[in-house]
């Protein structure tokens, strides 16, 4: 039952590129008085590695029922498919991808996200893969997971998250960057919590406080990098995914599901078909429970860097498997451990039940913690120096979700 919560899908077009690992409590510091120029970063085609010095294939057939690659010489050896994680049945994956570039353009997976989740129980885990993780692309050779998509749709995709991760998708879904701005907007813009001083980036409006953001500003505040530092924006993509899934299912905003679905559904790659997305109203607002959904982020901890060039710069990822096997091991326990629902799942369905007019403004008042606590084991400060790398932004976008019936306009943002 691949019926995975269109709200989740939707939201997670959000992220620029989630992957490296902060502090368990995100409290980082920034020096207020540096002036960051950002820049955005984008390409058309998918950045492959270098050639470097060739290595041998490895042993013969090691892909086992996995195409074998065209590539007669790999960066790096062909390591065998990832294997050894306890997958409860019932669990299913589906993988979240946002692309660097805005519609109608194809491009780098600059977010991957896996959606692990348990229909029956109602609890999920969003794992964030670091799209530079250097892995076997099946049936082509060793590259950066960011390139599957552009080289071989999503199919390659799942086939290459499946080899990588050893979590075999029940679906995947792609989007462009601007899709995720246009959702923000939609749902009449994000109060967010920032939690550090970002100064002389995105208009210069990013300091400590609650921030009104509508969706250039949330895009923007998704994207924002400083070198290859992944952590901390890593933080603010989940912090992001966690506001609109909270945002679409209080107040009785689920009601415009069917008129979302139908303004995205056009804009969005996926193997989802309209009857998967009708069917998880209950789902999605059991999920509107933050205890049920658990974040992690595959980072220093599960692997190592590798530095490919020196002019320019160039870093990638190889995995730790006995690391990252622990770390997705985790995951799955989490998304398959039965929990008791919650009070709050009896004022969500009232709001649903009563609200005759959706509450798309920004009068809420969130009942959940401001900022998403990641699993991981590493720890790491997010200090940007006056002299250190600038800034910049690689995005992603969100994907719709329906059911329901009546369509109605959301009173306007404050």
Known sequence: MKRILALALLC???????????????????????TIT????????????????PTPLGPAGV??????????????AIPAPFAGLDVAEELRVVVLAGL????????????????????????????????????????????RLSSAYAVGGGRLLAQAIEYNLGLKPDAWMVVNVNVFADLVDQLGGLRVSVLQNLPGV????????????????????????????????GLRQQQLFQLVLLRMVQ?????????????????????????????????????????RVRYFQIGAAQTRIWQISEQPPAEVFLPQRTALTDLL???????????????????????????????MTLEFTPTFPPTPTPENTATQTFTPSPTGPTPTQT??????????????????AP
């Open 100 to 143: 660097d570039r805005p519609e109608p353009y194809s491009g780098r997976t600059d977010a991957i996200l896996l959606l692990i989740y348990h229909p029956r129980l109602a609890k999920a885990t969003l794992v964030s893969v670091p799209p530079d993780l250097v892995g076997y692309l099946p049936g082509y050779g060793m590259q």
């Open 38 to 53: 950002p820049s955005v970063t984008s390409s058309a085609t998918p950045t492959l590695l270098p050639s470097l010095t």
């Open 395 to 412: 995005p992603t976008g969100p994907t719709p979700t329906p059911t329901l019936t009546p369509t109605v306009t959301p009173s306007p």
């Open 329 to 359: 091991q985790r995951a799955l326990k989490f998304a398959a451990e039965p929990k008791p629902q919650g009070e709050i799942l009896e004022t969500l369905i009232y709001e649903l039940t009563v609200s005759p007019t959706p509450t």
């Open 63 to 76: 892909w086992g029922d996995f195409p074998a690659p065209r590539e007669t010489m790999m960066v790096t």
């Open 202 to 233: 995105c208009g210069n409006v990013l300091y400590i406080g609650d921030i009104l953001m509508d969706g250039n500003l949330a895009l923007c505040y998704a994207r924002l990098r400083y070198g290859s530092d992944e952590a901390a924006r």
């Open 251 to 291: 107040g009785g905003n689920l009601i415009r599901l069917p008129e979302l679905y139908e303004y995205f559904r056009t804009q969005v790659d996926t193997n989802l078909t309209s009857a998967d997305f009708l069917e998880n109203t209950l789902l999605l607002l059991r999920l509107g429970d933050p205890t």
């Open 12 to 34: 997670i077009l959000l992220l620029g590129s989630c992957s490296w690992p902060p502090t368990p409590v995100p409290t980082p510091t920034v020096t207020s008085t540096v």
